[in-house]
């Protein structure tokens, strides 16, 4: 039977455990309340700008013969190098939420590796780095305190080069994976190819479907203009769509080993109660054999 002091340790400090849980999950409930209305009206701003270059680039496939002559619109088929870009948190403590994005970039370089396509890999959040960097995975670039407070200077500038090398067929792809919130008990996984765009989504369109008005001979120069923002924009959007998604994993993890807790401390109080029990009928059966001793 175990001794009971040390019965009383484990309780206090499965107790202290319980305390600490509670309290980071109700921090991470007050922060996805944030996250989450942030990543509702980004929303409604990356909606907008998708149906401004579908217009546009409907018009130039419309009206220009031979379509989109644009690289940000190309069908690749061959590609040599691509970028790419994952996010994963600074914090651990979250479930399942960091190994989801993990796998997923493990995959997609695993499919790049067969085709014998060079891939660099550009990490966002301190666990995807130091896990890639621990199994030898060479990072071309990294940041690991960005996911966690979302920047839309830095996000840019982390992308930017991207977007620039692609434009100059250094690259031949871009892709961005992140694990982004569904809703409060729910992370979705994103595995997006947002390098080349793809060109057979718009339809053609001579009409225009909003007040937008653009000069046929200035067409081109903005799409080519707006690609670059929805590239970047998306970007921006993944560390805010993951920030929640993080919260929302959060608050889930520290629920459940707040309960786990809970159940453990039900367990060794029972487990307390027998041994003390125990230990008073030890005595009194030590008691009683010692008058019987001395009759």
């Given amino acids: 039977m175990a001794n009971l002091k040390d019965i009383q340790r484990q309780i206090k400090s499965v107790s202290n455990t319980q305390k600490t849980t509670r309290a980071m999950k109700l921090v991470s409930t007050a922060k996805l309340r944030r996250a989450e209305e942030l990543a509702k009206r980004s929303r409604l701003y990356a909606d907008k700008m998708n149906q401004v270059i579908a217009e546009i680039a409907g018009r130039i496939k419309c009206n220009k013969v031979g379509g989109i002559d644009n690289r940000c619109f190309s069908k690749i088929d061959n590609p040599k190098t691509v970028d790419i870009v994952f996010v994963t948190a600074d914090k651990g403590l979250c479930g399942g939420f960091n190994i989801q994005t993990i796998k997923a970039v493990k995959k997609l370089l695993a499919e790049y590796k067969e085709q014998n396509v ?4 550009r990490g966002i959040g301190k666990k995807g780095i130091e896990f890639f960097k621990y199994n030898e995975v060479e990072l071309f670039d990294s940041v690991s305190d960005l996911s966690s407070r979302p920047d839309k200077e830095r996000s840019d500038s982390f992308i930017k080069s991207s977007i620039e090398e692609f434009k100059d067929g250094k690259i031949d792809a871009l892709h961005m ?22 060109a057979d989504q718009f339809e053609c369109n001579e009409e225009p479907k909003s007040i937008l008005e653009v000069e046929a001979q200035d067409e081109e120069h903005m799409l080519d203009s707006l690609v670059s923002r929805y590239v970047e924009y998306a970007m921006y959007y993944s560390l805010i769509d993951s920030v929640a998604a993080e919260h929302s994993a959060r608050m889930q993890a520290m629920d459940t080993a707040t309960n786990n807790a809970k159940d453990m401390v ?30």
């Fill in 118 to 121: 060079k891939v660099r890999l």
């Fill in 266 to 295: 039900k367990s060794l109080n029972v487990q307390f109660n027998k041994a003390r029990q125990a230990a008073i009928t030890t005595e009194l059966i030590e008691i009683i054999s010692g008058v019987e001793s001395m009759k």
């Fill in 177 to 198: 994976v992140y694990n982004g919130y569904k809703n409060m008990i729910t992370q979705e996984l994103h595995v997006n190819k947002v390098l080349p765009v793809d």
